[in-house]
C-alpha cells in the first residue's frame, strides 16, 4: 500500500535508502542518520506524502537479536545475532512510525546507530507529538536526540544510573531512592 | 493497681480502633479494582468499621498499600505515612505490594515495606475481596493486642521516657 512512498523516498535520495522492507504489511526503510531530518521533512510537507501524524518512536537494541518467531530456531541469516565486531558496532535502531490520515497510508523510518556514538537529528521540530517519545526512548535507551527542546529523562528519576532498556542493563539491579531507616539503620 | 487500670483503659482504646480504621487507599494498580469491589455494598468493608476512605494521610490511620509501589513513588509513600496520625496501621494488598510480584527489574520496588512497615499482607494478584476482610479481621486482631508496629514502637518510647524521667 505504501509502497509508492518507499518508491518515491528513493527516487528522491537515492542512496539515502539503506535498506527496505515489508513486515507484516506495513513498510520499513532504514534510511542514513545524516539524511534523517530531510527525509522526515519530506515525508511531513511533500503532499503526495503528508505524513501528518506520528504514531511512535522508541528504539530497539540489537545486542542478542532474534527475528521474531524464531527463538530457539537456527537463524535463518536475515539478521545474525549481536556482535559488536561483525555488525561494525552497530547496536541501535531508532524506529519512527509515521501515518497520513489523508492518503492512509503508514512508514516506518528506521536509523541504525553505532553502540559508541548514539546521536540521532530529533524529529520534534517536524513533529511535536515525538516531544515525549523521544524523552522516553532516551530515558531507557539512551538514545540523544540533537535539537530536542527538552531531553531529559521522563519516566525514572534523574538519580537513575544507566538506560533500563539496554540489554547489558542487569534485570535485578535495582536503584532505591528511599529505604525504611530501621531496616538500614541502627535499631 | 494504676497499671492494671491503664492497661485496662488501653484495651478499652484498642477496642475502639479496631472498630474504627479510617483508611487511607494508596490506591496505584490494578488492585484497585478489587479494592472498589471490597468498598463496595457487596462485600462492604464498612461492616467492620473500616468504613470511609480518607483522603488525607492526617485524618487516617489505615494504610492501604493497593498496587504495585515503583521506586520513584518511594519517597511520597514515606511521606504519606509519616504524616498520618498515630498510632497507624499498614497493609499491603496484593503481590505487588506485598513483594514487587512479578516485577522482578529496574523500576519496582520489592514490596513496600521496603519503605514503611507493614501490619499485614494480603497474598493474590489481586487478591479476592474475602481475603482483603479476612486481613482485616487479623489487622483488628492484631490492634486489640496492640502488637501493631506503631503500636510497639509507641510503647517502647513511652518506657524509655518512663526510663529517662526515672534516671534524672
Ligand atoms: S498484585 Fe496483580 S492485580 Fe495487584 S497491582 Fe500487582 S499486578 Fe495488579
Known amino acids: 500500500m505504501a509502497q509508492k512512498v518507499v518508491d518515491a523516498v528513493k527516487a528522491k535520495f537515492g542512496d539515502a535508502v539503506v535498506a527496505t522492507s515489508s513486515e507484516h504489511g506495513d513498510e520499513v526503510i532504514t534510511v542514513k542518520r545524516d539524511k534523517l531530518l530531510a527525509i522526515a521533512a519530506f515525508l511531513k510537507d511533500d503532499p503526495a506524502m503528508s505524513f501528518e501524524v506520528p504514531v511512535f518512536v522508541t528504539a530497539i537494541d540489537l545486542a542478542h537479536w532474534q527475528p521474531l518467531g524464531r527463538r530457539g530456531a537456527p537463524d535463518e541469516g536475515t539478521r545474525p545475532a549481536y556482535d559488536a565486531e561483525a555488525s561494525d558496532g552497530l547496536r541501535f535502531e531508532v524506529c519512527y512510525q509515521l501515518r497520513s490520515l489523508k492518503h492512509r497510508h503508514r512508514l516506518r523510518v528506521k536509523v541504525q546507530l553505532k553502540e559508541t556514538d548514539t546521536k540521532l537529528p530529533s524529529l520534534t521540530p517536524l513533529w511535536a507529538g515525538f516531544n515525549w517519545q523521544e524523552r522516553e526512548t532516551f530515558d531507557m535507551y539512551g538514545i540523544r536526540f540533537d535539537g530536542h527542546p527538552d531531553l531529559r529523562r521522563i519516566y525514572l528519576y534523574d538519580e537513575f544510573v544507566g538506560y533500563p532498556l539496554r540489554k547489558d542493563y542487569p534485570k535485578d539491579k535495582r536503584q532505591p531512592l528511599v529505604r525504611r531507616p530501621d531496616l538500614v539503620g541502627d535499631h | ?168
Open chain 2, 1 to 168: 493497681m494504676l497499671e492494671l487500670i491503664t492497661s485496662k483503659l488501653e484495651d478499652a482504646a484498642n477496642w475502639g480502633r479496631k472498630f474504627s480504621l479510617f483508611s487511607y487507599p494508596f490506591v496505584t494498580a490494578c488492585c484497585g479494582m478489587e479494592f472498589m469491589s471490597v468498598a463496595a455494598p457487596k462485600y462492604d468493608i464498612a461492616r467492620f468499621g473500616a468504613e470511609f476512605p480518607r483522603f488525607s494521610p492526617r485524618q487516617s490511620d489505615l494504610l492501604m498499600i493497593v498496587g504495585t509501589i515503583t521506586e520513584k513513588q518511594g519517597p511520597a509513600l514515606r511521606r504519606v505515612w509519616e504524616q498520618m496520625a498515630e498510632p497507624k496501621w499498614v497493609i499491603a494488598f496484593g503481590v505487588c505490594a506485598s513483594t514487587g510480584g512479578f516485577y522482578q527489574n529496574y523500576h519496582a520496588m520489592p514490596g513496600a515495606d521496603q519503605v514503611v512497615p507493614v501490619d499485614v499482607y494480603i497474598p493474590g494478584c489481586p487478591p479476592r475481596p474475602e481475603q482483603v476482610l479476612d486481613a482485616l479481621i487479623m489487622l483488628q486482631d492484631r490492634v486489640q493486642r496492640g502488637d501493631g508496629h506503631s503500636q510497639i514502637r509507641l510503647k517502647r518510647e513511652k518506657i524509655m521516657l518512663a526510663a529517662a524521667n526515672a534516671e534524672e
